[in-house]
């Protein structure tokens, strides 16, 4: 098993930055990917941002040139990845969701609030 806790989530103004942080615990050795989504209210869930463990990244239209997505990984001691948001806009409000593959199934943390005002 493992366990996906985030933090960073708040509230920002427009044109404002945050940066969100995963930590991966448990049977860490087993993750692959890892990645960031997000679902804002009534909307469907969407991939955010992802890295690969040979560290190639991916970027929903919407966040690139904005955000960016890096990853931590020391051997089986340690696994975290971050989101660094720039350029917040109030479309980007949100829950964030970090997210990991292992090769059996997926793992979710449990979210993080990020609100942004105009």
């Known amino acids: 098993q493992v366990q996906l806790v985030e933090s960073g989530g708040g509230l920002v103004q427009a044109g404002g930055s945050l940066r969100l942080s995963c930590a991966a615990s448990?049977?860490?050795?087993?993750?692959?990917?890892m990645g960031w989504y997000r679902q804002a209210p009534g909307k469907e869930r969407e991939l955010v941002a992802g890295v690969t463990s040979g560290g190639s990244t991916n970027y929903a239209d919407s966040v690139k040139g904005r955000f960016t997505i890096s990853r931590i990984s020391r051997d089986n001691a340690k696994k975290m990845v971050y989101l660094q948001m720039n350029s917040l806009k109030p479309e980007d409000t949100a829950a964030y969701y970090c997210?990991?593959?292992?090769?059996?199934?997926?793992?979710r943390g449990q979210g993080t609030q990020v609100t942004v005002s105009s």
């Open positions: 448990g049977s860490i050795f087993s993750i692959t990917d």
């Open positions: 997210g990991a593959s292992s090769r059996v199934r997926d793992y």
